[in-house]
């Protein structure tokens, strides 16, 4: 597993696992490695390292630290592609999110986003679309629409890992039994989220709220838990 920040000896291993991504129920070749660690002030680091060097062309490395209270406080990442290799810094403030980043053969740009409170986080690898089980507070599946911030991957190298604030909207559904390469679990937190442009998912959770599977029915594609391992 690549990382930013190797483990400091006073990090303790929590949880660590792997998800594959497949397409019409075949793997793509993209591979998500992860962990999470808890320091000794109680706060946790989220390493996660998406290798699709061999099938997509993309990597993808981030290191994101957040509090005991599960709010996150920043965020680094490297992107890599056929055609571009960049960095990024994010802080995570009440309403706004600092942006520091830079892309190879680009001037560094310095930036701030202003998002409604009690947004959540998604970067782009797996164990990130814990956004869904953090930001859901409704009771009785009703449905409960959330501010998003998330790093743009998709830009051209001007403007590639800028943050963008979103919003989605998710529906708990009742709890059913997840089965993945990792393991059976049973009564799991099941959610429909639909995003600003019309694309549907689900998602499954166990009771840590750490994503299981998540699939987009329009356009097959499935990610699932494949290795799974709890040290608390």
Not at 59 to 84: A, C, M, N, Y
Not at 121 to 135: E, L
Not at 152 to 180: H, I, M, N, S, Y
């Amino acid at each position: 597993m690549r990382v930013l920040h190797p483990v400091h000896s006073k990090e303790k291993l929590v949880s660590r696992g792997r998800y594959q991504y497949l397409i019409d129920g075949e793997p793509t070749g993209d591979i998500e490695t992860w962990q999470v660690t808890r320091l000794p002030n109680g706060d946790e680091v989220v390493r996660a390292d998406l290798d699709g060097r061999e099938a997509s062309g993309a990597s993808l490395i981030t290191h994101l630290v957040r509090g005991k209270d599960g709010q996150p406080r920043w965020l680094r990442l490297r992107f890599q592609s056929e055609d571009i290799n960049a960095a990024a810094q994010y802080t995570f403030e009440k309403a706004t999110v600092r942006v520091a980043r830079v892309a190879e053969g680009q001037p560094r740009c310095m930036e701030a986003v202003d998002i409604a409170e009690g947004y959540v986080v998604d970067y782009h690898t797996m164990i990130s679309q814990d956004y869904v089980w953090r930001g859901y507070k409704q009771a009785g599946g009703l449905n409960q629409t959330v501010p998003l911030f998330s790093p743009d991957l998709w830009a051209d190298e001007t403007k590639v890992l800028r943050g963008r604030a979103l919003r989605f909207e998710v529906q708990a559904l009742p709890p059913k039994v997840c089965v993945v390469p990792a393991g059976e679990f049973a009564g799991t937190q099941h959610f429909r989220v639909t995003f600003e442009d019309g694309v549907l998912a689900e998602a499954w959770y166990d009771n840590r709220g750490v994503p299981l599977r998540w699939y987009f029915p329009a356009r097959n594609y499935d990610f699932v838990l494949t290795e799974y391992l709890k040290r608390e």
